[in-house]
């Protein structure tokens, strides 16, 4: 990856990734490392601040499939690597993540693409169905949700993403 070029996480769903095979995905949100999650995470490397970042994106990925009741009860989270003038002003709220994106995604930005696997969609099927509750505070849609986020994404590469939208749907 060039110095010009950031790792963003953009979270999605599979019917998102058929888009972003077709058209690339539209202008959106990610997570990154940005200076407000350096600063609130102060100990943590620079692995450390990624998964971070990598895993606020499958937390909102929860959402986006809160928000599509067709799309398989995976989360997605695609790994782009974006030149810096496409990244708007990151949110400056201690520890956050959250970037705007200026530009739709193309897939031939994308570094890698994470999909939960068959073990997983229980628990992710559950925690959508709870994820707005969890996300004001709901003690028991939290505890949920984190049975979901207890799931590893698999790692795939850019080049089995018409593998993959097979596979997962």
């Known amino acids: 990856m060039g110095e010009d070029r950031i790792r963003v996480y953009v979270p999605a769903t599979v019917p998102m990734l058929a888009r972003l095979r077709a058209d690339g995905l539209p202008v959106t949100d990610g997570h990154t490392v940005t200076p407000a999650l350096r600063e609130w995470y102060a100990e943590g490397d620079e692995e450390e601040l990624e998964y971070v970042a990598f895993t606020r994106a ?54 890698a693409l ?33 049975g979901a986020e207890d799931h590893e994404l698999e790692w795939y590469a850019p080049s089995e993403l018409e593998l993959l939208l097979h596979s997962a749907s």
């Open 58 to 111: 499958a937390q909102d990925a929860l959402a986006l499939l809160h928000d599509d009741p067709t799309a398989p009860r995976r989360r997605v989270v695609v790994a782009v690597d974006l030149p810096a003038a496409v990244i708007g002003r990151p949110d400056a709220v201690l520890g956050s993540s959250l970037v705007p994106l200026t530009q739709p995604v193309s897939v031939q930005a994308v570094a």
């Open 114 to 146: 994470h999909v939960d696997g068959d073990e997983a969609v229980p628990d992710v099927t559950a925690a959508v169905e709870v994820v707005v509750k969890a996300l004001d505070g709901d003690p028991d849609a939290q505890f949920t949700v984190d």
